[in-house]
């Protein structure tokens, strides 16, 4: 989901969710956590506001027990955005990192 106006940045937020019960039942409600915010952003010049790259993808890796290892993929654009083509922008590089949750 996209969310506010800008053209520039990007920030993820994923949330946890749990359940409570008590006496009036089960009650579900989520915790969110930002991921990263207002990340720089440089998409090339397609219609719809441009492709702006993988993001953020995240694959499950392994599980341990209660544990799973996730391997994330990020397109970082923190060195600014020099240039924009069609299908194609400067500077957009991708990196990648393993986390347990």
Same mark, same amino acid.
């Given at each position: 989901? *996209? =969310?506010?106006?800008?053209?520039?940045?990007?920030?993820?937020?994923?949330?946890?969710?749990? +359940?409570?019960?008590? =006496?009036? $039942? /089960? !009650? /579900?409600?989520?915790?969110?956590?930002?991921? /990263? *915010?207002?990340?720089?952003? %440089?998409?090339?010049? *397609?219609?719809?506001? $441009? +492709? @702006?790259? #993988? +993001? #953020?993808?995240?694959?499950?890796?392994?599980? #341990? $027990? #209660?544990?799973?290892?996730?391997?994330?993929?990020?397109?970082?654009?923190? *060195? $600014? %955005?020099?240039? !924009?083509?069609?299908?194609?922008? =400067? &500077?957009?590089?991708? &990196? /990648?990192?393993? +986390? @347990?949750?």
């Amino acid at each position: 989901m *996209r =969310e506010g106006d800008s053209t520039t940045t990007v920030s993820l937020t994923r949330a946890t969710l749990g +359940y409570i019960e008590d =006496e009036a $039942g /089960a !009650r /579900a409600f989520t915790i969110p956590v930002d991921i /990263a *915010r207002d990340v720089p952003i %440089c998409p090339d010049t *397609r219609s719809s506001g $441009g +492709y @702006w790259g #993988d +993001y #953020d993808g995240f694959l499950p890796v392994q599980v #341990d $027990g #209660d544990r799973v290892r996730f391997l994330r993929f990020m397109t970082n654009s923190s *060195r $600014g %955005c020099a240039k !924009r083509w069609t299908f194609n922008a =400067e &500077h957009q590089h991708v &990196h /990648a990192v393993s +986390y @347990w949750y």
